[in-house]
Nanobody, 124 residues
Framework: QVRLVESGGGLVQAGGSLRLSCTAS????????MGWFRQAPGKEREFVAA???????DYADSVKGRFTISRDSAKNTVYLQMNSLKPEDTAVYYC??????????????????WGQGTQVTVSS
């Protein structure tokens, strides 16, 4: 089975930066897109960014210009570089993999595998 493990979360002051990593292991037969979602207390899981096997990307409007998603296929790893962080970015960030070799999607239910999440806290 495919497993996703995130790392890189933590506490950072507003205006600072963090880089999240997500590594896929196990039987990685899928070449579908990978994405990042986040969930704050009392809110539904929301789309942050996604990247296809070929490198096409998509971002939520709230993070455009601040976050960058990238992928190292040889390492089965996806990254999320987060700059100019704001308190409203505080959430648990989840890495996800779509099981089918389809296009990138902003819809959480389209993804089949999920990591355990990593906490990102931004203070003022």
């Amino acid at each position: 089975q495919v497993r996703l493990v995130e790392s890189g979360g933590g506490l950072v002051q507003a205006g600072g930066s963090l880089r999240l990593s997500c590594t896929a292991s196990g039987r990685t037969s899928s070449r579908g897109p990978m994405g990042w979602f986040r969930q704050a207390p009392g809110k539904e899981r929301e789309f942050v960014a996604a990247i296809s096997w070929s490198g096409s990307t998509d971002y939520a409007d709230s993070v455009k210009g601040r976050f960058t998603i990238s992928r190292d296929s040889a390492k089965n790893t996806v990254y999320l570089q987060m700059n100019s962080l704001k308190p409203e970015d505080t959430a648990v960030y989840y890495c996800a993999l779509r099981g089918l070799s389809l296009g990138i999607s902003t819809i959480a239910s389209h993804y089949d595998y999920w990591g355990q999440g990593t906490q990102v806290t931004v203070s003022s």
